[in-house]
T-cell receptor
Framework: NAGVMQNPRHLVRRRGQEARLRCSPM?????VYWYRQLPEEGLKFMVY????????ESGMPKERFSAEFPKEGPSILRIQQVVRGDSAAYFC????????????????FGPGTRLLVL | KQEVTQIPAALSVPEGENLVLNCSFT??????LQWFRQDPGKGLTSLLL?????REQTSGRLNASLDKSSGRSTLYIAASQPGDSATYLC??????????FGTGTRLKVLA
């Protein structure tokens, strides 16, 4: 069973361009979570999605950031008009079930996409 | 609001030493706690997952303990090796779907 896959692994953008980060969850997982790791900081939750639904986007910046998890295909984190402060590692995680009510399951993390904004 | 703190922020030890990394959290009502390893520029490798009902977990030279009442977890690494050099992250699952991460301990094991 392949793990969580993210692509690209590295992405370079100039200020003002758009960044699209993709996440393919583990097979059988229908819950996806995005986290951001700024330089020298811990990972911070951004958004939680199920297929075709955004459940919680409380950690997402209000502007320029959006996420989707369509019925078919990977989850996409989209950053419009990137700025230097968006440079970070973006991690995706997935789980087979909602983990809010059980301690028996966990989130499985992908390798991350490192975004550099010039 | 759950907050996770890791001390020390950085640690440098000679090869062969046994060492302890600390993680503290402010809300003891947790579901589980997980220790990760992160190599520079790489993703997260899950090391140990401790459920709230457990006191410790072991894997090879690693042992993680959990004391919910005091809001602490420790990761013990026995007989450290240069290959153990990495950043170690502690993450807490508090009953929502979010993991709350500490800022990590950067470990360097000198040959």
């Amino acid at each position: 069973n392949a793990g969580v896959m993210q692509n690209p692994r590295h992405l370079v953008r100039r200020r003002g361009q758009e960044a699209r980060l993709r996440c393919s969850p583990m097979k059988g997982h229908s819950h996806v979570y995005w986290y951001r790791q700024l330089p020298e900081e811990g990972l911070k939750f951004m958004v939680y999605l199920q297929k075709e639904n955004i459940i919680d986007e409380s950690g997402m910046p209000k502007e320029r950031f959006s996420a989707e998890f369509p019925k078919e295909g990977p989850s996409i984190l989209r950053i419009q008009q990137v700025v230097r402060g968006d440079s970070a590692a973006y991690f995706c995680a997935s789980s087979p079930i909602f983990i809010g009510t059980t301690s028996q399951e966990t989130q499985y993390f992908g390798p991350g996409t490192r975004l550099l904004v010039l | 609001k759950q907050e996770v703190t890791q001390i020390p922020a950085a640690l440098s030890v000679p090869e062969g030493e046994n060492l302890v990394l600390n993680c503290s959290f402010t809300d003891s009502a947790i579901y589980n706690l997980q220790w990760f390893r992160q190599d520079p520029g790489k993703g997260l490798t899950s090391l140990l997952l401790i459920q709230s009902s457990q006191r410790e977990q072991t894997s090879g030279r690693l042992n993680a303990s959990l004391d919910k009442s005091s809001g602490r977890s420790t990761l013990y690494i026995a007989a450290s090796q240069p290959g153990d050099s990495a950043t170690y992250l502690c993450a807490v699952h508090s009953g929502t779907y979010k993991y709350i991460f500490g800022t990590g301990t950067r470990l360097k094991v000198l040959a």
